[in-house]
Nanobody, 124 residues
Framework: QVHVVESGGGLVQPGGSLRLSCTAS????????MGWYRQTPGRERELVAT???????NYADSVKGRFTISAHHAGNTIFLQMDSLKPEDTADYYC??????????????????WGQGTLVTVSS
């Protein structure tokens, strides 16, 4: 099994900063893609930022220039540095990891796993 755990959420004032962390662990063979997504009640989950094992990044237009995604792939860990936060950034933030994992000693299958989420609240 593979687990993804997020941390770093909390309450911050508008204009402030937070740093989220996400680590994937377990019977991982390789991870080639990780990303952050967010969701608010009544809305679909949306992409925030993603990063590949080649360090290629992608950002939602709404966070470009304010958020930075980085990775420590040797540890299967990614970070999301969020600066200049706005009230509309308030959401549950979820981490996703994709790649390959061991389902048996000699069997590898595709991996696509989500974490439980961490709440970010931007409010004065």
């Amino acid at each position: 099994q593979v687990h993804v755990v997020e941390s770093g959420g909390g309450l911050v004032q508008p204009g402030g900063s937070l740093r989220l962390s996400c680590t994937a662990s377990g019977s991982i063979f390789s991870i080639n893609f990780m990303g952050w997504y967010r969701q608010t009640p009544g809305r679909e989950r949306e992409l925030v930022a993603t990063i590949t094992s080649d360090q290629i990044t992608n950002y939602a237009d709404s966070v470009k220039g304010r958020f930075t995604i980085s990775a420590h792939h040797a540890g299967n860990t990614i970070f999301l540095q969020m600066d200049s936060l706005k009230p509309e950034d308030t959401a549950d933030y979820y981490c996703n990891a994709q790649g390959l994992y061991y389902t048996d000693i000699n069997k590898i299958d595709p991996l696509d796993v989500w974490g439980q989420g961490t709440l970010v609240t931007v409010s004065s």
